[in-house]
């Protein structure tokens, strides 16, 4: 059975707590925002890095470390790409797995498209028009519904103020739990503490930070920022791969 670990930028994870370091935020003059959420008017790329610091069961603690890409032009579009690793047993030894994910999120014409570093087929995922716009119609859960939920389940929240990231200006957010002790077969309380730093100008989340300590500490940090449109010829799938149009029903 292969032990997977997946290490992906922001664009392709459902970060849900990220999300709640959104609260409140205000686009940055110039910028806008659909009724669909596309971010319109603020352009930028830049890198994504991800670092994990894990404990093991004897106590022992292994880091590993991976990158990623993205970007969004002025029309919303975002881009992204990402390492995926995962390791396997072959004959009795650990063997490592590695590839790129690629993404290209494309409001404007509707789409989705996806494809990897080792299959050579392209996806991409056509979506009907009507179902952008429902989806606009019936709206989102907000951050702070999201934030309630997280209340409600024992989660405390904290407003960290500001301060600069990578050049620019991000709100931070602490939540935490704690895991009485004898809960997860720990002898003690344990406190988990979740980290987001939003940036308003550019409505991405810049730093975020979690620190569990019966499992260790994960790092995703966008890095090498560039304001202005983006260079999104590495965001091109390559030309022997096999294109698979997918049209979604409604």
């Known amino acids: 059975m292969p032990q997977a670990r997946f290490t992906l930028p922001f664009a392709l994870l459902p970060l849900s707590l990220a999300i709640l370091a959104q609260t ?10 659909n009724p669909d959420d596309r971010v319109l008017n603020v352009p ?24 990623g890409s993205e970007a969004r032009d002025s029309q919303g579009r975002t881009y992204s790409s990402g390492e995926r690793d995962w390791t396997y047993l072959a004959g009795g030894k650990t ?61 405390e929240f904290e407003k ?6 990578e050049g620019v200006v991000a709100e931070g957010k602490r939540s935490s739990y ?25 409505k991405i989340v810049i730093l975020e930070t979690n620190d569990d300590p019966r499992s260790g500490r994960t790092t995703n940090q966008l890095v090498s920022i560039v304001r202005g449109e983006p260079d999104i010829s590495k965001y091109h799938p390559p030309a022997d791969y096999v294109v698979h149009d997918i049209q979604i029903p409604w």
């Open 178 to 202: 704690t895991v009485s002790a004898g809960q997860d077969h720990n002898d003690h309380a344990i406190a988990v503490v979740h980290e987001t730093w939003y940036c308003p100008e550019l």
């Open 95 to 155: 063997v490592l797995k590695s590839e790129m994910l690629y993404r290209i999120h494309d409001p404007v014409a509707n789409t989705d498209t996806r494809w990897d570093s080792t299959s050579k087929e392209v996806k991409v995922i056509h979506y009907p028009q009507s179902a952008r716009e429902e989806n606009a119609s019936q709206g989102q859960c907000p951050a702070e519904c999201l934030e309630d939920t997280m209340k409600a389940l024992g989660n």
């Open 44 to 67: 930028y790329s830049a890198q994504r890095l991800f670092i994990s610091i894990s404990k093991g069961a004897d106590g022992t603690s292994s880091r590993s470390e991976s990158g």
């Open 160 to 165: 960290l103020g500001t301060k600069t990231i």
């Open 24 to 33: 409140g935020a205000v686009p940055p003059k110039g910028a806008s925002v």
